[in-house]
Structures are given as structure tokens and as C-alpha cells.
Nanobody, 127 residues
Framework: VQLQASGGGSVQAGGSLRLSCVVS????????LGWFRQAPGKERDIVAA????????YYADSVRGRFTVSKDNAKRKIYLQMNTLKPEDTAVYYC?????????????????????WGQGTLVTVSS
């Protein structure tokens, strides 16, 4: 399984970006998926997660109401729509796949549960 993230860039505060991540592998629809981010000097923390059914989502408190996670099984992609960006959103964003989720509605929230990671895409938000 390989993941390739794209869509990062530089934007002013209040702007928007959409991250995409294409996932290889024959059973994309069976994966739970997530987005994490890591700012300089900080740990990699979860931003959003989506269950393999697509019916359940999770958002970190810091992004809830501004970010939206979604997936397209036909295109084998996961997306992160980021609106009303703030300087504190500046980080490298990583997509990740949990290829053995515990159920259709399982949300993988810990780094350790994810077994495949993308290379990261940098998002810089200026004030």
C-alpha cells in the first residue's frame, strides 16, 4: 500500500486549501483513513479520521467546524478541505491508512493503529 499526498502550499490566514491523497492497494474501501499534522518541534497529532464506511468522521477540537474529511472509493482518494485557515494550522500534513480497522464504523485515532503513511505535504499559513 502506498499513499501520495498533494495540495499543500502557502496561504494567508482566512484562506482555504484542499489536500488530496491517493492510496494504492486493491481494497481501498476496506481501509479506515486519517489525516495527521506535525508542526516543527511538536508531535504528529491527528487532525481528522474517516471510517471505512465513510459514515463516521472525527475531528480534532482545533479544526472542528473548519476542516472536512471525505473520501472517494472510486478514485481511491481521501481529501481534507481546510477553510478559515489560521497560522497555527501551519504544519506538514500526512495521510494515513489503517488497513485492518475493527469495523465498518471504526475510527482510528492513534498513530499506532495506522500501518501506512504518505510522505507529507507542507501547509504554511501566514498572518
Amino acid at each position: 500500500v502506498q499513499l501520495q499526498a498533494s495540495g499543500g502550499g502557502s496561504v494567508q490566514a482566512g484562506g482555504s486549501l484542499r489536500l488530496s491523497c491517493v492510496v494504492s492497494g486493491r481494497t481501498f474501501s476496506s481501509y479506515a483513513l486519517g489525516w495527521f499534522r506535525q508542526a516543527p518541534g511538536k508531535e504528529r497529532d491527528i487532525v481528522a479520521a474517516i471510517s471505512r464506511s465513510g459514515d463516521d468522521t472525527y475531528y480534532a477540537d482545533s479544526v472542528r467546524g473548519r476542516f472536512t474529511v471525505s473520501k472517494d472509493n472510486a478514485k481511491r482518494k481521501i481529501y481534507l478541505q481546510m477553510n478559515t485557515l489560521k497560522p497555527e494550522d501551519t504544519a506538514v500534513y500526512y495521510c494515513a491508512a489503517d488497513t485492518h480497522p475493527y469495523g465498518d464504523n471504526w475510527l482510528s485515532l492513534s498513530r499506532e493503529k495506522y500501518d501506512y503513511w504518505g510522505q507529507g505535504t507542507l501547509v504554511t499559513v501566514s498572518s
